[in-house]
Structure formats: C-alpha cells, structure tokens
C-alpha cells in the first residue's frame, strides 16, 4: 500500500485537484456567468423598452394639428353600422380601449357621391394607394394620456392584419390628474405633466374586408 501511494501520490493529488476544479467551475462558476449574462440580457433589453418608447414619445408632439378638423366635420360623421362582424370589431375595440385607459367612440366616414379629387400627401391620395380596395374607412376618438393613447396604438397595429391606421390628429387639455403615465422611462417631471393632461385623439383607420 505504501508502495502504491509512493507511486502514484503525485496522480492522485492532481486527479482530485482536477476534480475540485471541474467541481468548482460546474457549481460556481457556471451558474454566476449564466448569472451575469441574464441581467446582461436584461439590461439590453431595458435599453431596447426605453429607445422604443422615447421614439414613440418622440413621435406624438408631431400628431398635434389635425383635431379641429374632425370637430368641423363631425356632422358628416354617422354611427357605426350594424353588420354582426362590424359590431363584435366595435365591442374588441372597446375592449382594448379600458385596457389602456382610454374612453372611445366610434364613426363611419359616409361614402362621397363622387370621389373626390386626389391630392398628393393627403389622408384620401393615401387610402387610393391601398392594396386592397375593399375596406371600412373609420374614425376612432380616443380620450386619455400619452401613455394611453400609445398603448391603444400599439395594441391596435399588432391586434389584427386588417386593421390599418392612416393618420393621427389629437389635441391636449388640462384635466387635474385623472389619469397617470405607466411609462417608467418617462422623467418624474414629465410624468407630473402628463398625468394633468387628457389627450383627445382621433385615429383614422381602415378594416379591410373580405370580399
């Protein structure tokens, strides 16, 4: 026995520090670097969450112009029509709107006796470059915060392939807090402005139908 420990005492000391050293890195090493590379990920990811929500951010002050004009033309507005289709959209729309906060209401642009004149840039020189011609042309009024009014958006372009949003006009009034930003990458001082804000909006969008 003295022999063989003589013999192989140098082999066996490294074949356990060998094994001490696998054993340390599967036990303890591997879980901190998966460790570490999941709040890596988690911190990239943030970074995505925060660039796309300062674009969009950025994006809104840009919609502001429009509103009067849906005001003005309010009277050539109708009610939503009463296809079963059309009303189960409507009550999924309503749906997405307390999701996100917001109050809603719905109108149905009447068809012109005659088309009218195409002009470049324009909201109708647009929906005549659709790829499909069978739609429902419609409005959406919105009535929420910034936070909101982005949710709606977003959940309505990812909600069905049919939905298709045109323009977007809205104007702000000061409403005393009733609603509050979720966003967490808003600064302090801009979520207090925007919680006192309400936004009226108006989304013109087209449902496309199938023929």
């Known amino acids: 026995m003295k022999d063989f420990w003589r013999k192989y005492k140098i082999k066996l000391i490294i074949a356990v520090y060998a094994i001490m050293a696998v054993s340390f890195f599967y036990f303890l090493v591997m879980p901190a670097v998966d460790e570490i590379a999941g709040k890596a990920n988690k911190i990239q990811q943030k970074k995505?969450?925060?660039?796309?929500?300062?674009?969009?951010?950025?994006?809104?002050?840009?919609?502001?112009?429009?509103?009067?004009?849906?005001?003005?033309?309010?009277?050539?507005?109708?009610?939503?029509?009463?296809?079963a289709k059309e009303v189960d959209f409507i009550k999924e729309l309503e749906s997405l709107a307390d999701q996100t906060g917001n109050r809603i209401e719905f109108k149905i642009q009447e068809v012109a006796a005659k088309p009218a004149a195409k002009v470049k840039g324009t909201e109708n020189d647009i929906k005549n470059k659709l790829a499909n011609t069978n739609y429902l042309?419609?409005?959406?009024?919105?009535?929420?915060?910034?936070?909101?009014?982005?949710?709606?958006?977003?959940?309505?372009?990812?909600?069905?392939?049919?939905?298709?949003?045109?323009?977007?006009?809205?104007?702000?009034?000061?409403?005393?807090?009733?609603?509050?930003?979720?966003?967490s990458f808003v600064a302090s001082?801009?979520?207090?402005?925007?919680?006192?804000?309400?936004?009226?909006?108006?989304?013109?969008?087209?449902?496309?139908l199938k023929k």
Do not use: C, R, W
């Open 48 to 83: 995505i969450d925060k660039e796309i929500n300062e674009k969009k951010l950025a994006a809104v002050p840009t919609m502001e112009g429009d509103y009067n004009e849906f005001k003005d033309n309010e009277s050539n507005l109708v009610v939503i029509m009463e296809s």
């Open 137 to 183: 042309s419609m409005q959406i009024a919105l009535e929420g915060n910034y936070a909101g009014l982005l949710n709606f958006i977003h959940k309505l372009e990812n909600y069905k392939n049919y939905v298709n949003i045109i323009t977007i006009s809205f104007e702000k009034t000061a409403a005393g807090g009733s609603y509050v930003s979720s966003n």
């Open 189 to 208: 001082d801009q979520k207090e402005i925007l919680s006192k804000e309400v936004i009226n909006s108006i989304l013109d969008v087209v449902v496309y």
